[in-house]
């Protein structure tokens, strides 16, 4: 691992469940020197990302808002999506949702409707469960199979227990299930009690997975008819915002061959 990504490692500290770190228990957690955690803190300290308090201790700094702001006006996903979510949320009244993937985890990075109506746990900012909920599920059963294999060699025992397949031919035979239905309808308490969701894939301009766009619906109204009709409207609104992601780049100059994976811890740190 290199020394810049073992830095972010210390900004993958700071949690709601954790909001403040000191350089000593940074070094336990780590189990790195120090003298390097320090220098790492020194380094975020220097470029906003962190701030020290009187105590010794450290909390996440300004420049987090800065590059959120950054994200939300010029990143073409959340350029395009939301007009289209909106109107999503209108028809249905349903909590809808806009997933991206990140190593290992699915976060919402935006949201129509406010998720404590019906209960919903997961909102923006928040990471989602890898294998459960119909937000992440529906972008699993779209990576590449090169993805799923590292996914289920470093996961083998959480796939298990979230019912998706005790080797690896079952998990894939059961994800290429949900990518040839085209969406995903998750039982009611799968990830909330008394919540269905549905989902559907955003594909980029050469088919890639981008996201998903998900709506989060109360079991009482999710009859048989309702819950096809649901999944129609959302897969409806996914191919929207991929025909819209299309034309963005294009008017852009983004168009052309789908890029691999990013590293994006990389990225972070280049930013």
């Known amino acids: 691992m290199s020394s810049l990504n073992q830095m972010l490692d210390v900004l993958h500290l700071f949690s709601t469940r954790e909001p403040v770190w000191t350089i000593d228990d940074a070094t ?15 380094a975020l300290t220097d470029s906003g990302l962190l701030v020290p308090m009187a105590s010794g201790a450290y909390t996440l700094g300004p420049v987090i808002l800065k ?17 289209l979510m909106a109107q ?12 991206r993937f990140y190593p290992n985890t699915v976060l919402c990075i935006h949201q129509e409707g406010d998720a ?52 690896w031919n079952a998990f894939r035979a059961h994800l ?20 269905v969701g549905v989902g559907a894939p955003i ?7 981008l996201a998903s766009v998900s709506m989060a619906i109360s079991e009482k109204r999710c009859t048989p008819e309702a ?15 991929g025909d819209e992601m299309a034309r963005l780049e294009e008017a852009l100059g ?18």
């Open 176 to 195: 290429r299930a949900i990518r040839k239905a085209g969406y995903y309808v998750s039982e009611a308490g799968e990830v909330d009690p008394g919540v």
């Open 116 to 167: 404590e109506d019906i209960g919903v746990s997961f909102a923006r900012g928040r990471t989602m469960p890898l294998f459960y909920g119909a937000t992440t599920k529906i972008i699993l059963a779209n990576l590449a199979t090169r993805r799923l294999k590292d996914i289920f060699l470093e996961q083998a025992q959480e796939i298990r227990e979230a019912g998706l397949g005790n080797d």
């Open 67 to 83: 590059l959120d702001r950054q994200i939300r006006l010029t990143d073409p996903l959340l350029r395009v999506a939301p007009p």
């Open 227 to 241: 819950t096809r009709e649901f999944a129609m409207m959302v897969r409806g609104t996914a191919e929207a915002i």
């Open 28 to 42: 336990e957690r780590l189990g790195r020197s120090r003298s390097t955690i320090y220098r790492y803190f020194r």
């Open 254 to 271: 983004l168009g052309g061959q789908p890029q691999a994976e990013p590293d994006l811890k990389a990225a972070a740190t280049r930013s």
């Open 88 to 99: 999503l949320r209108e028809e249905s009244r349903a909590i809808v949702m806009l997933g």
């Open 203 to 209: 594909f980029g301009g050469q088919g890639e997975i």
